[in-house]
Each structure stands twice: as C-alpha cells, then as structure tokens.
C-alpha cells in the first residue's frame, strides 16, 4: 500500500486529473477507444524515454572526454606549478646570496666613502690655502701689469705721434706719387700715339733713312716693328724695392701691358728669328732688349709746345718715366 502524501490544497485541474486516474483504476478499459488512445501515448512516452536514453549517453560520452581532458590538464598544471616554485625557491636563494653581496658591498662602499671624503675635506683644505697664495700672487701681478701697461700706453702714444708724423710723411709721397702718375698717363698717351695698326710703332722719317750702331747706341731715323705673336720689347729699370729687374711691354687687345718679369724671361722662343733694315723699318722677328742701368729707348716726337724732340723711357721703382733730352 503506498503512503500518502499531504499535499495541502489540491487545485481543480490536479482534483479532476485524481479523479480520471480513479475511473480508470476501477474501470475496465479493454479494447475501448481510450484504451487505444492510452497505448498510442505510451509508445510516444516510451520512445521520448529511448530518445532521452541515447541523449543522457552521449551526454556521458563527452563528460567522460571532458574529465579525461581535464585530467591531463591537471596533469600539466601540476607540472608546470611545481616548475614554478622550483623556480621561486632557487630565486629565493639567489636573492639571498644577491642580499648578502649588495650589503657587503655597501659596506665597503660606505668605508670607501668615508675615507674618500677624508681626503676631499683634507684637499679642499689644502687647495684654499694654495688659492689664497695665488690670489696674493695674482694681486701682485695685477698690480705690476698695471705699472707695466701704463708704460706701455706712454710708449703708444709716442708711437701714434710717430705715425702720425709718418702719415703726413706718407701724404706728401702720395702727392709725390700723384705726380708721377700724371707724368706716367702723359707718358701713355705718348705712347699710345706712337703706336700703329700690327704693334709697329710710326713715326714720320725723311727720305735718307739711315741705321747706325757707334758702339754706344743703335739709332734709325726709321720704324722698328718687332713682329710675331711671342715677341716683345724689353727694358731695363729698377723695380719698387730699387732692385734692377727686366719689364717686359706687350699690347694686347688693344692696351698696353707693362709687366716685370725675370731677367732670363724672354718671352715664347722662334723657330726662324731674324733682322732686316730695308731703309724705312728695323724689322725684326725676335725679342729687343735695351739692358744696362745707363741704356734707355728713344723715341722722337713732340712736346707740350708742338715742337719735336727726343724722349727716352726710364723705368724707376717701377714707374715709367719718360724725360725729353732735346729737340730734333
């Protein structure tokens, strides 16, 4: 006999589903239409149980693979956890030994410290009292450079009257030199007018022109035309240091150039030099140079007034000068 429960109070729906269970319990239902309708439920509660069977086994299936996993998971964490505090233990004793180290390092340190310190205090000491010495030392040179630039500035002084005085000298050979470069602009405008087409120079000459050499002079009363690219005249003077030196005059595009050069400098060689007079030029295909301190170019031509007269060129201090000598 089953025991029965006290369920308190029983709804309608659960009263009357009570009451069909009765009717059935004390009822013959053989080959009735519910009968039928009962059993039909059956086999679908039978295949909902065989269907909840198979689930509830898979189900099992993938919990057992689940644990068998976790297992091995287990397994490794395990591992792995022992791993790591293997590894904080031997951290722990280096740690330790690393302690012990700093410690006793610090120590020595601190001693090294203390004993470096000594010796700073013990320098700075000694380097103030050095400072202070050469402070003094200092002062004393202070004061015997002031003595000695006071001095110095009495002598400046005499100097700067010095150049002062040396400044008007210079003034004066500045107007000097003024001079000379009139004398030398007139000097190329002589020149310029005495120079014709090709680089000859032209000069008006008589019908007897005549070449003479005494010895002493080379004269014509007739052109001289150095002809060639590579040739030029040469004269002798003294440059601005008062050395005697070699200017070589060369015309080129159109402008006299006057250029010192070296006395062994005789400009581009050629390959057939020679000299003619025909008895109205002193040709030549060669350098000319007039050398010797004593020896100097003549050239005929006209003064200020018009009238004609002989000119030479002088080269002094490096300076062309061209003086009349007389009158034709």
Do not use: C
């Not at 659960?14 to 009765?22: D, N, P, Q, S, W």
């Not at 402070?135 to 700067?160: G, P, Q, W, Y």
């Not at 003077?237 to 006057?258: A, C, H, L």
């Amino acid at each position: 006999m089953k025991k029965r429960r006290n369920l308190g109070h029983l709804s309608p729906e659960l009263e009357m589903g009570a009451a069909i269970k009765r009717w059935f319990d004390t009822n013959d239902l053989s080959g009735s239409a519910i009968s039928q309708v009962f059993e039909s439920r059956l086999d679908d509660v039978e295949d909902s149980q065989t269907t909840l069977a198979d689930s509830l086994a898979d189900e099992i299936i993938r919990a057992k693979a689940a644990e068998s996993v976790l297992t091995s998971n287990h397994a490794t964490l395990s591992s792995s956890v022992s791993t790591v505090v293997d590894d904080l233990a031997s951290l722990s004793s280096s740690m330790s030994s690393s302690i012990v180290t700093i410690n006793t390092d610090i120590t020595s340190l601190s001693s090294s410290m203390s004993s470096s310190i000594s010796t700073i205090n013990t320098e700075v000491a000694s380097l103030s009292s050095s400072m202070s010495s050469s402070i003094s030392t200092i002062n004393t040179e202070v004061a015997s450079l002031s003595s000695s630039m006071s001095s110095s500035i009495s002598t400046i002084n005499t100097e700067v009257a010095s150049l002062s005085s040396s400044i008007i000298n210079t003034n004066t050979e500045v107007a000097s030199l003024s001079s000379s470069l009139a004398s030398l602009s007139q000097s190329f405008a002589l020149l310029s007018a005495s120079v014709g087409s090709g680089g000859g120079i032209n000069v008006e000459i008589d019908e007897d022109a005549e070449l003479i050499f005494n010895g002493d002079t080379l004269m014509t009363n007739a052109d001289v035309y150095i002809s060639g690219s590579g040739n030029n005249l040469y004269l002798h003077g003294t440059n601005f240091y008062g050395q005697p030196t070699k200017y070589e005059f060369s015309v080129v595009s159109g402008s006299m150039f006057i250029e010192e050069v070296a006395p062994t400098d005789f400009g581009e060689e050629v390959s057939d030099p020679w000299f003619k007079f025909d008895g109205d030029t002193l040709l030549t295909h060669a350098d000319i140079y007039v050398s010797g301190s004593n020896n100097y170019l003549f050239l005929n031509g006209t003064d200020e007034n018009g009238d004609y007269g002989i000119f030479y060129f002088d080269i002094v201090s490096g300076s062309i000068m061209i003086h009349q000598t007389g009158s034709v």
